[in-house]
């Protein structure tokens, strides 16, 4: 989301992020719909770029127990790697095709409300659609740690499970 002021107009604001003259929107809930419509576009390097600039160092991904990745990731480079990854290629198993539904949040947290469908062995979307609550917090403007909870993570689909147990 741009707005359309011109930093060579006098109106630039302290601390803002320009692109092409433009301010670039950074609150909290700007950056993640920002990062789901890369995600949803698979646009690896958006998603790349939009994580150097905002993932604190020391962040935290936890992902629900159930799923075949569940656990933690900890550090930007590891969040990130995965996340990239994510959008190059369509996972084997887990989720794809996401779309907001809603997003509600604060300066320090933002929980974002996802619809996607599963992929199954092979990529497919065998497993039908599925949400998930996520919640981002922001600790000084960055990202300080995600935490996803998924609507039914024993409903991923049969080849989902049996990958867990690779």
Known sequence: MKRK??????EAEAGATYEWGHMVDNTPASVVARF???????????????LDEHLASDVVLQLPPGLPYAGAL???????????????????????APTVES?????????????????????TGEGGESL???????????????????????ACPAPARSARNR
């Open 103 to 123: 997003l509600a949040g604060t300066d320090t947290v933002v929980f974002a409300e996802v619809r996607f469908t599963w992929a199954g062995a092979g990529g």
């Open 36 to 50: 789901y419509t890369a995600l949803a576009a698979s646009d690896a390097t958006t998603i790349g770029a939009l």
């Open 74 to 96: 900890s550090g930007s480079s590891a969040v990130k790697s995965m996340f990239v990854a994510a959008a190059t290629a369509p996972p084997v198993v887990g989720p794809v």
């Open 132 to 154: 998930a609550t996520e919640k981002w917090a922001f600790t000084d403007g960055k990202i300080s740690a995600i935490v996803a909870y998924y609507w039914d993570p024993t």
């Open 5 to 10: 002021h011109s930093k060579w107009s006098g």
